[in-house]
């Protein structure tokens, strides 16, 4: 007899795990099926962005992601201290460098972190320096206290979309689930065997990535280097380096990584004496550029790197991948439990393709930039004269940290599709602090009975919230999807569209009679 699940995510990464504990907050009865039987510790993603920020900080995580940046900038100090170095900080805040575009690092004490852009994101702006594995063990830890069933060392042999659900063949097991999502990254067989459109651009680098033992690593500079044959960093830890080489992708991209292919890589790029002794962990990459045309087909999903990839300068891909899990969760977890149509998971694609599609042009930006040919150097020495500009800095610092981020909605108000923002209320709290148990929240800012009345008949899927805001202010509610994206917003009590908005996220109202 087959085994029965509301959804099955393949894939226990950051994406599939974030989706998976989105479900379950719901009361999705989720199942996750993994291929590794542990935590693939290969040098990945080193940061998150603020919307990844905040979306731990709205389901109570933040304080797990401060402890590991803390524990991180320690060992970051210590190695810089070994090498002479000190960490580029804000003067006034001591806050580390911000990242880097392209490998050209973004000096933090340009940025203009008085625009308006930054003025609301709370105390979730100041956790940034978070590993793609501590986000799968936080992720992981959480999962399981939810109830999350997560099954490692199964790899899914197939599946068969009837429409009506998706029988999938795990292996020792066949699991009937009437969605299936693939968080399987860049490689998916979810999407593969489902037959996803997925254009792009063939790659024309190689990266490699490894954390390794050598000696001569005192010949290397700590950071971000570019070269008459690439670009090479080192750091934050010893024996952490990247190299990128832009003689073509790899011949073989799944032969072993070897001492010596390394060794070779950024003995070329860097110019240093180094013999590498050990390789504890390395990977290569390349800038193969492409994604699904649609996120969704039939009853298959695809989120994360299974539904877009390309090369990982600056750590797009991890929180690209965790926008899209709490986009999609609720939505799906929506459809799960009836009180909302499958085409609510219409909004999944087109919400977050554009978001994806930056991401994808961005990062192609990124590469032009790194050849080596006289024009491009040219091109990147222009860049790096903007970014040497307060205004420059604060543009691109505003596009990686992903302040900027929002979804087009419609409506009227100029906060409706943005991040709520993470405002103080009257009671203590923030408004962060209201979203932990995973649902829609009503903000009542003006204490009306009206719009308490409005939104009763959506009792059982929006909280109400009746606070006024610490300081005072024009807005005087705001309606907030769990994903905490704002889908209605009023100033001075006018009410104006707001069950028009309760209707298109929330279904029809259930009244009395």
Known sequence: MNEMRDVVVVGAGPVGLMLACELRLAGVDVLVVERLTEIDQTVKAGAINVPTAQAFDRRGLLPDLVAVQEAALERFRQFLGDTGKSMPVRTNERRPAVGHFAGIMVDPNRIDFEDAAFAEIGPAGEAFLVSQQAIETILARRAVELGVEIRRGVEVAGFDDDGIGVTVDCGDRIVRTGWLVGCDGGRSLVRKLAEFDFPGVDPEITGRQALVEMTGAEGLEPGWHT?????????????????????????????????????????????????????????????????????????????????????????????????????????????????APEDLLDTYTSERHPIGEWVLEWTRAQIAIMRTDPRSRAMRAVTEELLGSRDGATMIFKKISGVLHRYDLGGGHSRTGAPVPDLELSDGTRVAEHFGSGKAVLFDLADSSALRDRVSAWGDRVRVVTAKLAEAQSLSAMLVRPDGCVAWAADDGDLDGLELALTRWFGAPVRDF
């Open 227 to 339: 070269t008459p044959t690439g670009i090479y960093t080192y750091g934050p830890v010893p024996g952490r380096f990247l190299t990128v080489e832009l003689d073509g992708p790899p011949a073989d991209r799944n032969a072993a990584i070897t001492a010596e292919e390394l060794e070779a890589s950024l003995r070329r790029v860097s110019g240093a004496d180094v013999r590498i002794t050990k390789v504890i962990s390395a990977t290569r990459f390349t800038d193969n550029t492409r994604q699904a045309t649609d996120y969704r087909k039939g009853r298959v999903l695809l989120a994360g790197d299974a539904a877009h990839v390309h090369s990982p300068f600056g750590g797009q891909g991890l929180n690209l991948g965790i926008g899209d899990a709490v986009n999609l969760g609720w939505k799906l977890a929506a459809v799960v439990a009836g009180w």
